[in-house]
């Protein structure tokens, strides 16, 4: 398929494209806002295809998120377009001077070494000088990333990525049931889809939506789909959140899943990469895709259930 550029140059790194529908789900922008910020500011400035296709690079997508959290700051959209450009031009030096390459690289060297007791020093050390969800978005969800595709290349790479997932689930586990429980907004049921058995996405998702004020019912990995339901109903939820990264199969996306949200009463919502590389089964079956950034999805979560009759959700 043929690009046209659009006021952009392409690097080596950007070679993944995605359509606007699915960079809507990765970032709960809609698509009539996305092409408003590109005609109305120049905000982004996709690809185009020869059919005039708009393609996104994750550098936009990046973008896209630094515009939502400009705008939550208070800055007019007319005075966002300056302050991206100033972000560019400080980027070089910020990548170099900043503090999350260097905690993910002396993560990394902890985790090819098996060093439990340096993971914990440099664990506990951003814990204490930023906030969990900066840690999370910053450091923790681009190294398991990181670490997730190194057994392609990596010799040990498998025993890496057990490694450090053991490590994350207790670590976050525990987070998770010491957390304060003084919440009293919306029920959330967050499961793994059956037959995914990584679970530290939907421990991230759950500690987050805690602190948006949602409340989880934590249910884990590889749970079959009539288990979910049963367990939202007699929790009362108020939605399900479901949470794959491995092909699913399609018996699930066929039948098990439209059955689920035809018998469910309440939203099913699906995140992680099954929710982008399978978002138009998704949106077949009835379910609603989340993509891969967690705040974009509590907040797509919390204004789909704040249209709801008798909506409770709130943020402490």
């Known amino acids: 398929m043929a690009l046209k550029q659009s006021g952009q140059n392409s690097t080596q790194a950007d070679t993944e494209h995605f359509p606007i529908r699915t960079v809507s789900t990765l970032t709960g922008v809609n698509s009539i806002t996305l092409r408003a910020w590109e005609r109305r500011y120049g905000l982004v400035k996709p690809m185009r295809t020869e059919g005039g296709h708009r393609l996104y690079t994750r550098a936009d997508i990046d973008s896209i998120h630094r515009i939502l959290a400009m705008l939550e700051a208070g800055i007019a959209i007319g005075g966002v377009g300056r302050a991206l450009e100033s972000k560019r031009a400080e980027a070089p030096q910020a990548r170099d001077a900043g503090p999350w390459a260097g905690f993910r690289s002396r993560m990394l060297a902890a985790i090819a070494q098996f060093d439990e007791s340096r993971l914990e020093d440099v664990y506990n050390e951003m814990l204490a000088l930023y906030p969990s969800e900066r840690v999370t978005h910053e450091v923790l969800m681009p190294l398991l990333a990181e670490v997730g595709t190194r057994w392609l290349s990596t010799p040990g790479g498998v025993a890496e990525e057990h490694f450090f997932g053991v490590y994350m689930r207790n670590k976050l586990g525990a987070r998770f049931h010491h957390r304060n429980r003084a919440v009293s907004g919306s029920k959330?049921?967050?499961?793994?889809?059956?037959?995914?058995?990584?679970?530290?996405?939907?421990?991230?998702?759950?500690?987050?939506?805690?602190?948006?004020?949602?409340?989880?019912?934590?249910?884990?990995?590889?749970?079959?789909?009539?288990?979910?339901?049963?367990?939202?109903?007699?929790?009362?939820?108020?939605?399900?959140?479901?949470?794959?990264?491995?092909?699913?199969?399609?018996?699930?996306?066929?039948?098990?899943?439209?059955?689920?949200?035809?018998?469910?009463?309440?939203?099913?919502?699906?995140?992680?990469?099954?929710?982008?590389?399978?978002?138009?089964?998704?949106?077949?079956?009835?379910?609603?895709?989340?993509?891969?950034?967690?705040?974009?999805?509590?907040?797509?979560?919390?204004?789909?259930?704040?249209?709801?009759?008798?909506?409770?959700?709130?943020?402490?």
Do not use: W, Y
């Open 188 to 316: 959330l049921v967050a499961a793994c889809l059956p037959g995914e058995q990584h679970e530290l996405g939907l421990l991230l998702f759950a500690l987050a939506a805690h602190e948006e004020g949602f409340q989880v019912v934590l249910l884990g990995a590889d749970l079959p789909l009539a288990e979910v339901a049963i367990a939202a109903h007699r929790s009362r939820a108020d939605a399900m959140v479901l949470s794959g990264s491995v092909e699913p199969k399609a018996v699930l996306l066929e039948s098990e899943l439209p059955r689920l949200v035809r018998e469910a009463g309440i939203p099913v919502f699906v995140g992680g990469l099954t929710s982008v590389r399978r978002r138009d089964a998704l949106v077949a079956a009835g379910a609603e895709p989340l993509g891969l950034d967690i705040a974009a999805g509590l907040r797509h979560i919390g204004a789909t259930l704040s249209r709801k009759p008798g909506a409770t959700h709130r943020k402490n």
